[in-house]
């Protein structure tokens, strides 16, 4: 409790068509790691799938950002995803790139009804301790 800060990445939303999902711009200030963490709840369309995307910059507004590589991601992009039947379910991927600004993007691919999702942001290994609720 004391060593981490959670932050919104994508407040619950239910999506109804393909419209990408794209979380807060999360700045690592502070911190030395950080988890994007993904809930589902009901999930309407009988084929729809959701891609997801993590890029990362130096600039705060994201300009230049580019899709984090692979190496620098705890677990995959591939893994985060989900399906049509993936009510109910929770996803995570972790970064540890050296860049402050981080995103996620989650994409829907032949949704036409009503999936429920939302994300949040688990930044860890704070450089100082504790940090309040919310830190300040």
């Known amino acids: ?7 919104r990445a994508i407040s619950p939303v239910s999506v109804a068509d393909n419209t990408d ?6 700045d690592r200030q502070g911190y030395g790691s950080l988890t994007f963490v ?7 369309d009988a084929d729809v799938t959701f891609t997801v995307l993590v890029e990362h910059s130096d600039a705060s507004n994201m300009s230049g950002g580019v899709p984090v590589p692979d190496d620098d991601l705890i677990g995959t992009e591939a893994l985060a995803a989900f399906v049509f039947n993936d009510d109910d379910e929770v996803r995570k991927i972790g970064y540890r790139g ?10 829907p691919v032949g949704n036409a009804s009503a999936a429920v999702l939302a994300a949040v942001a688990i930044l860890g290994h704070a450089e100082m301790l504790p940090r309040a609720n919310p830190p300040v």
């Open 1 to 7: 409790m004391s060593n981490i800060h959670v932050a």
């Open 21 to 26: 999902q794209v979380s807060q711009i999360i």
């Open 38 to 44: 993904i809930a589902t709840g009901s999930i309407a």
């Open 98 to 107: 050296a860049r402050r600004y981080v995103r996620m993007t989650i994409t």
